[in-house]
Nanobody, 116 residues
Framework: QVQLVESGGGLVQAGGSLRLSCVVS????????MGWFRQAPGKHRELVAT???????YYVDSVRGRFTIYRNHAKNTMYLQMKSMKHEDTAVYYC??????????WGKGTLGTGSS
């Protein structure tokens, strides 16, 4: 089992920055990849960015160049640094981990708001 706890959400003005954190505990050795997803009001949950155990990063087009995903293995923590935030970035952000068997684990989410 893997447990994920997000933090760092809040309200920022358009153009501002926010850093989300996801603390990982449990069977961390089994994790193959991690990522951030988000769900805006009235919309489906969507992928934001992923990072594999060997450091390969992927970003969706809407955040590439503005957001950075990275991990601190010593702290068992994954981060999402969000810069130049837009109103349309407003969403509940969820931390995700996938193990080698393809099982997904989710955090409870943290709200990030970019005011217009």
């Amino acid at each position: 089992q893997v447990q994920l706890v997000e933090s760092g959400g809040g309200l920022v003005q358009a153009g501002g920055s926010l850093r989300l954190s996801c603390v990982v505990s449990g069977s961390t050795f089994s994790i193959n990849a991690m990522g951030w997803f988000r769900q805006a009001p009235g919309k489906h949950r969507e992928l934001v960015a992923t990072i594999t155990t060997d450091g390969y990063r992927y970003y969706v087009d809407s955040v590439r160049g503005r957001f950075t995903i990275y991990r601190n293995h010593a702290k068992n923590t994954m981060y999402l640094q969000m810069k130049s935030m837009k109103h349309e970035d407003t969403a509940v952000y969820y931390c995700n981990a996938k193990n080698r068997d393809g099982v997904d684990y989710w955090g409870k989410g943290t709200l990030g708001t970019g005011s217009s």
